[in-house]
């Protein structure tokens, strides 16, 4: 018999719905894989770092609450970088009867998220200004041939690739 995994919990505020299905999907595979160590537990709310501190319960003092998120958009606002730190600062730093203090660190993930999806399956470099540059490498990589955009691939695809075999993962072992 092996012996029990150290539990391991994970705080985190996500921009989208698929960070937060790839971190579910990152845990299912972390639970389920028996050379793995640790045990992860994930609390994951799609929202701002500020209301994530108002609605979460975290008991831990030592905590740290990491928000994931991207600018894929060339619409984006340029200042929402700096909104986005500014609020992490507020979400720490604030003190009241339903916030608690957290200690929050950016998971930035690259210009889009879904580029840590087509690392899994391929090796891809360069630089690449938008999602338009490599949704043909993200299409290919995983035959994606009736998907035909990314919104498609976001509501549809994603989860049907989470739910299969077909989205690989480098064993990750936490400290």
Request: charged content about 30%; aromatic content about 14%.
């Given at each position: ?152 691939f976001k509501t549809v695809a994603f989860i049907k690739l989470t739910a299969s075999s077909k989205l690989l993962f480098p064993l990750a072992l936490l400290p």
């Open positions: 018999m092996s012996a029990p995994k150290r539990p391991y919990n994970l705080y985190t505020s996500v921009d989208g719905y698929t960070e937060m299905w790839y971190l579910e999907w990152l845990r299912n595979k972390i639970n389920a894989n028996p050379d793995s160590n640790r045990r992860l537990a994930l609390v994951c709310k799609k929202c701002d770092p500020l209301d994530f501190a108002k609605r979460a319960n975290i008991l831990d003092k030592k905590a740290i609450v990491y928000h994931v998120g991207d600018f894929e958009d060339k619409k984006t606002d340029p200042h929402r970088f700096t909104k986005l730190l500014d609020e992490m600062r507020k979400a720490e730093t604030t003190a009241g009867p339903k916030l608690k203090k957290f200690n929050y660190s950016l998971a930035y993930s690259n210009l889009s998220f879904d580029l840590w999806v087509l690392l899994h399956q391929k090796d891809f470099f360069g630089s690449h200004t938008y999602i338009d540059n490599y949704w043909s490498a993200l299409k290919s990589a995983y035959e994606l041939t009736t998907v035909q955009s990314l919104k498609e």
